[in-house]
């Protein structure tokens, strides 16, 4: 997935800087793009400018690439500014500071907030429980791909079908990644014997269902 997000820069003999006030877009996993507009409105040509972020303050799960332009005077160029994303945690969140410098020593910085966002997934899938066989607890994630809200219900069964427990009781879901955990307990609260246990997820007309183990 690649974004774009258009920052202006105006490059004159004294540090001049515009910008929104610290915008900021939402990036995903591999490589995303912030598109920087720089316009040169001085009387001399902008040779060798360096376009990087400030290298001592990016997190571990963020890539850049340095980029060098030249601009002609009353000229505007636009660089596609390369950021390569990593698995971060969920909801990162950093800031940058981009700095601009010629090839004799004139300094510009644009700061970019950016903040990190799963995609939407566009299939609707049920995941294996983690950890599995489990004891005490365990986590079950899910992907709803519709676009539309949907009535979602997933559920906890013995192996002959007697219902466990409600872990989503037909609340409507968008689309999106949805996660739960389940205690080992029934809907009164009460331990359940070890052994397998079946989960079902039921989606608009969408239904699967899974088996997990559980182990004391």
């Known amino acids: 997935m690649i974004r774009f997000l258009i920052l202006f820069v105006l490059i004159a003999f004294s540090i001049n800087v515009r910008a929104t006030e610290l915008p900021t877009v939402?990036?995903?996993?591999?490589?995303?793009?912030?598109?920087?507009?720089?316009?040169?409105?001085?009387?001399?040509?902008?040779?060798?400018?360096?376009?990087?972020?400030?290298k001592n303050h990016l997190p571990g799960w963020m890539v850049v690439q340095e980029q060098i332009i030249s601009i002609y005077e009353g000229m505007t160029n636009n660089v596609a500014f390369p950021i390569t994303i990593i698995n971060p945690p969920k909801d990162s969140e950093a800031e940058l500071p981009f700095v601009l410098t010629d090839d004799i020593g004139r300094t510009w910085q644009v700061r970019l907030g950016m903040r990190f966002s799963e995609p939407l997934p566009t299939e609707t899938v049920l995941l294996q429980n983690v950890p599995n066989p489990f004891n005490p607890d365990?986590?079950?994630?899910?992907?709803?791909?519709?676009?539309?809200?949907?009535?979602?219900?997933?559920?906890?069964?013995?192996?002959?079908?007697?219902?466990?427990?409600?872990?989503?009781?037909?609340?409507?879901?968008?689309?999106?990644?949805?996660?739960?955990?389940?205690?080992?307990?029934?809907?009164?609260?009460?331990?359940?014997?070890?052994?397998?246990?079946i989960y079902r997820l039921v989606s608009g007309n969408f239904q699967t269902f899974k088996k997990m183990m559980l182990l004391k």
Do not use: F
């Open 26 to 54: 939402v990036v995903q996993n591999g490589m995303n793009k912030i598109l920087l507009t720089i316009e040169n409105n001085t009387s001399t040509p902008v040779t060798n400018l360096t376009v990087t972020v400030d």
């Open 138 to 197: 365990t986590v079950i994630r899910y992907h709803l791909g519709h676009a539309l809200q949907q009535r979602t219900t997933l559920a906890i069964y013995s192996l002959d079908g007697q219902l466990i427990r409600l872990l989503v009781n037909n609340e409507s879901q968008n689309q999106g990644t949805y996660e739960v955990r389940w205690d080992g307990k029934d809907a009164g609260g009460r331990q359940v014997a070890s052994g397998p246990y």
